[in-house]
Protein backbone atom coordinates (compact mmCIF):
# COMPACT_ATOMS: atom_id res chain seq x y z
CA UNK A 1 0.00 0.00 0.00
CA UNK A 2 1.83 3.24 -0.95
CA UNK A 3 1.26 6.13 1.90
CA UNK A 4 2.97 9.42 2.04
CA UNK A 5 3.98 10.20 5.79
CA UNK A 6 3.80 14.47 6.09
CA UNK A 7 5.42 15.87 9.15
CA UNK A 8 4.98 17.54 11.42
CA UNK A 9 1.22 17.78 11.48
CA UNK A 10 0.89 20.60 13.06
CA UNK A 11 3.21 24.10 13.19
CA UNK A 12 2.83 26.95 14.72
CA UNK A 13 5.29 29.97 14.48
CA UNK A 14 6.10 34.02 14.35
CA UNK A 15 6.32 35.69 11.16
CA UNK A 16 10.00 36.45 10.39
CA UNK A 17 11.05 32.23 11.05
CA UNK A 18 11.51 29.60 8.54
CA UNK A 19 10.27 26.11 8.13
CA UNK A 20 10.31 22.94 6.57
CA UNK A 21 7.28 20.80 5.80
CA UNK A 22 8.49 16.67 5.22
CA UNK A 23 6.63 14.58 2.87
CA UNK A 24 8.22 10.78 2.84
CA UNK A 25 7.19 7.47 1.71
CA UNK A 26 8.72 3.81 1.31
CA UNK A 27 7.42 3.73 -2.24
CA UNK A 28 8.41 5.92 -6.13
CA UNK A 29 5.93 8.18 -7.10
CA UNK A 30 6.31 9.46 -10.62
CA UNK A 31 5.47 13.21 -9.45
CA UNK A 32 4.55 14.77 -6.23
CA UNK A 33 2.32 17.51 -6.20
CA UNK A 34 1.97 20.06 -2.99
CA UNK A 35 -1.90 21.74 -2.49
CA UNK A 36 -2.09 24.66 0.06
CA UNK A 37 -5.49 24.89 1.18
CA UNK A 38 -7.61 27.85 3.13
CA UNK A 39 -10.06 27.13 5.53
CA UNK A 40 -13.54 26.78 4.31
CA UNK A 41 -12.22 26.80 0.63
CA UNK A 42 -10.58 23.93 -1.52
CA UNK A 43 -7.23 23.15 -2.13
CA UNK A 44 -5.01 25.64 -4.56
CA UNK A 45 -2.05 23.08 -6.34
CA UNK A 46 1.24 25.08 -5.63
CA UNK A 47 3.53 23.12 -7.37
CA UNK A 48 4.29 19.77 -9.35
CA UNK A 49 7.66 17.98 -8.81
CA UNK A 50 8.36 15.35 -11.39
CA UNK A 51 12.35 14.68 -11.67
CA UNK A 52 14.50 12.82 -9.04
CA UNK A 53 16.51 15.83 -6.99
CA UNK A 54 14.50 18.45 -9.00
CA UNK A 55 14.23 21.88 -6.65
CA UNK A 56 11.52 24.27 -7.59
CA UNK A 57 10.79 27.68 -6.04
CA UNK A 58 7.51 29.74 -6.00
CA UNK A 59 8.88 33.17 -4.48
CA UNK A 60 9.20 32.02 -0.44
CA UNK A 61 8.91 28.69 -1.13
CA UNK A 62 11.33 25.93 -2.11
CA UNK A 63 9.95 22.64 -3.01
CA UNK A 64 12.51 19.34 -3.39
CA UNK A 65 11.55 16.04 -4.65
CA UNK A 66 14.26 13.62 -3.21
CA UNK A 67 16.76 11.98 -5.95
CA UNK A 68 14.98 8.41 -5.00
CA UNK A 69 11.41 9.93 -5.86
CA UNK A 70 10.22 8.78 -2.64
CA UNK A 71 10.26 12.10 -0.43
CA UNK A 72 9.60 15.88 -0.67
CA UNK A 73 9.76 18.65 0.78
CA UNK A 74 8.65 22.22 1.08
CA UNK A 75 10.69 25.12 2.89
CA UNK A 76 9.16 28.46 3.79
CA UNK A 77 11.64 31.35 3.97
CA UNK A 78 10.45 34.00 6.36
CA UNK A 79 6.98 33.15 6.79
CA UNK A 80 4.38 35.26 6.56
CA UNK A 81 0.54 35.53 8.03
CA UNK A 82 -0.34 35.20 4.58
CA UNK A 83 1.33 31.43 4.30
CA UNK A 84 -1.27 30.33 7.40
CA UNK A 85 -3.07 27.17 6.33
CA UNK A 86 -3.29 23.65 5.39
CA UNK A 87 -0.53 22.28 3.63
CA UNK A 88 -0.82 19.11 1.83
CA UNK A 89 1.89 16.76 -0.23
CA UNK A 90 -0.24 14.40 -2.60
CA UNK A 91 0.93 11.43 -5.19
CA UNK A 92 -0.68 9.50 -7.87
CA UNK A 93 -1.23 5.71 -6.60
CA UNK A 94 0.48 3.14 -9.21
CA UNK A 95 -2.59 2.36 -11.20
CA UNK A 96 -2.08 6.09 -11.89
CA UNK A 97 -6.21 6.21 -11.21
CA UNK A 98 -6.15 8.87 -8.03
CA UNK A 99 -4.12 10.77 -5.42
CA UNK A 100 -3.10 9.63 -2.46
CA UNK A 101 -2.84 12.79 -0.16
CA UNK A 102 -0.44 12.83 3.10
CA UNK A 103 -2.18 13.59 6.30
CA UNK A 104 -1.51 17.35 5.96
CA UNK A 105 0.64 20.28 7.84
CA UNK A 106 -1.66 23.14 9.61
CA UNK A 107 0.62 25.80 9.38
CA UNK A 108 -0.64 29.01 11.73
CA UNK A 109 1.78 31.90 11.52
CA UNK A 110 1.40 34.68 13.60
CA UNK A 111 2.39 38.67 14.09
CA UNK B 1 -9.82 29.43 -17.77
CA UNK B 2 -8.29 27.05 -14.86
CA UNK B 3 -11.29 27.21 -12.99
CA UNK B 4 -13.31 25.10 -11.03
CA UNK B 5 -16.71 25.52 -9.69
CA UNK B 6 -18.94 24.59 -7.45
CA UNK B 7 -22.68 25.38 -6.14
CA UNK B 8 -24.03 26.22 -3.35
CA UNK B 9 -21.30 27.38 -1.35
CA UNK B 10 -22.81 26.51 1.99
CA UNK B 11 -26.13 23.82 2.44
CA UNK B 12 -27.88 22.88 5.24
CA UNK B 13 -30.19 20.32 5.43
CA UNK B 14 -32.28 17.71 7.66
CA UNK B 15 -31.79 13.99 7.07
CA UNK B 16 -35.22 13.19 5.06
CA UNK B 17 -34.30 16.44 2.46
CA UNK B 18 -33.28 15.73 -1.05
CA UNK B 19 -30.75 18.15 -2.41
CA UNK B 20 -27.72 18.44 -5.31
CA UNK B 21 -24.10 19.64 -5.09
CA UNK B 22 -23.02 21.04 -8.96
CA UNK B 23 -19.76 20.86 -10.37
CA UNK B 24 -18.47 22.66 -13.34
CA UNK B 25 -15.54 22.90 -15.05
CA UNK B 26 -14.21 24.44 -18.32
CA UNK B 27 -10.80 23.39 -18.94
CA UNK B 28 -11.55 20.60 -21.25
CA UNK B 29 -10.25 17.90 -18.52
CA UNK B 30 -12.18 14.28 -18.89
CA UNK B 31 -11.14 13.01 -15.21
CA UNK B 32 -13.74 14.44 -12.74
CA UNK B 33 -13.70 13.53 -9.06
CA UNK B 34 -15.94 14.08 -5.61
CA UNK B 35 -14.02 14.40 -2.13
CA UNK B 36 -15.74 14.46 1.03
CA UNK B 37 -13.22 16.73 3.89
CA UNK B 38 -13.46 16.72 7.55
CA UNK B 39 -11.09 19.85 9.16
CA UNK B 40 -7.86 19.41 9.21
CA UNK B 41 -7.51 16.30 7.52
CA UNK B 42 -7.02 15.40 3.81
CA UNK B 43 -9.70 15.09 1.32
CA UNK B 44 -10.66 11.69 0.97
CA UNK B 45 -11.58 10.13 -2.56
CA UNK B 46 -15.52 9.66 -3.22
CA UNK B 47 -15.74 8.87 -7.03
CA UNK B 48 -13.91 9.32 -9.80
CA UNK B 49 -15.62 10.12 -13.41
CA UNK B 50 -13.78 9.07 -16.80
CA UNK B 51 -14.99 10.13 -19.85
CA UNK B 52 -18.42 10.52 -18.03
CA UNK B 53 -18.42 7.44 -17.09
CA UNK B 54 -18.03 6.16 -13.42
CA UNK B 55 -14.72 4.77 -13.18
CA UNK B 56 -14.45 4.87 -9.17
CA UNK B 57 -16.74 4.47 -6.29
CA UNK B 58 -14.68 4.19 -3.01
CA UNK B 59 -17.26 2.13 -1.48
CA UNK B 60 -19.71 5.00 -0.30
CA UNK B 61 -23.18 4.71 1.13
CA UNK B 62 -25.92 4.84 -1.64
CA UNK B 63 -27.27 8.13 0.09
CA UNK B 64 -24.96 9.82 -1.84
CA UNK B 65 -25.37 9.73 -5.57
CA UNK B 66 -23.05 10.74 -8.89
CA UNK B 67 -24.08 12.05 -11.89
CA UNK B 68 -22.30 13.20 -15.01
CA UNK B 69 -24.33 15.25 -17.63
CA UNK B 70 -21.68 15.88 -20.12
CA UNK B 71 -18.02 16.43 -19.64
CA UNK B 72 -18.37 19.96 -18.23
CA UNK B 73 -20.56 19.01 -15.08
CA UNK B 74 -20.50 16.70 -12.23
CA UNK B 75 -23.50 16.42 -10.41
CA UNK B 76 -23.44 14.72 -6.35
CA UNK B 77 -27.28 13.87 -5.51
CA UNK B 78 -28.25 13.45 -1.31
CA UNK B 79 -30.57 12.04 0.24
CA UNK B 80 -31.48 10.80 3.71
CA UNK B 81 -28.10 12.02 4.69
CA UNK B 82 -27.04 11.28 8.46
CA UNK B 83 -25.15 14.07 10.86
CA UNK B 84 -21.68 12.61 10.60
CA UNK B 85 -22.04 13.31 6.63
CA UNK B 86 -21.50 16.94 7.53
CA UNK B 87 -18.17 18.36 5.89
CA UNK B 88 -16.42 20.11 2.99
CA UNK B 89 -17.60 18.30 -0.34
CA UNK B 90 -14.62 18.85 -3.07
CA UNK B 91 -15.02 18.46 -6.99
CA UNK B 92 -11.90 18.07 -8.74
CA UNK B 93 -11.02 17.54 -12.12
CA UNK B 94 -7.81 16.90 -14.30
CA UNK B 95 -6.66 16.73 -17.96
CA UNK B 96 -7.07 13.01 -17.99
CA UNK B 97 -7.35 9.88 -15.33
CA UNK B 98 -4.58 8.32 -16.37
CA UNK B 99 -2.37 11.55 -16.99
CA UNK B 100 1.04 10.69 -15.89
CA UNK B 101 1.38 13.55 -13.21
CA UNK B 102 -2.63 13.98 -12.45
CA UNK B 103 -2.71 16.92 -11.75
CA UNK B 104 -5.99 17.56 -9.91
CA UNK B 105 -7.42 21.22 -9.82
CA UNK B 106 -9.97 21.50 -6.99
CA UNK B 107 -12.98 23.87 -6.41
CA UNK B 108 -13.74 26.30 -3.26
CA UNK B 109 -15.88 23.31 -1.96
CA UNK B 110 -19.50 23.01 -0.65
CA UNK B 111 -19.79 23.18 3.20
CA UNK B 112 -22.53 20.71 4.38
CA UNK B 113 -24.55 20.37 7.14
CA UNK B 114 -26.73 17.77 8.11
CA UNK B 115 -29.35 18.78 10.71
Known amino acids: TQLLEQSPQFLSIQEGENLTVYCNSSSVFSSLQWYRQEPGEGPVLLVT?????EVKKLKRLTFQFGDARKDSSLHITAAQTGDTGLYLC???????????FGKGTTLSVSS | DTEVTQTPKHLVMGMTNKKSLKCEQH?????MYWYKQKAKKPPELMFV???????INESVPSRFSPECPNSSLLNLHLHALQPEDSALYLC??????????????FGPGTRLTVL
Open chain 1, 90 to 100: AGANQAGTALI
Open chain 1, 49 to 53: VVTGG
Open chain 2, 49 to 55: YSYEKLS
Open chain 2, 92 to 105: ASSQDRLAEYNEQF
Open chain 2, 27 to 31: MGHRA
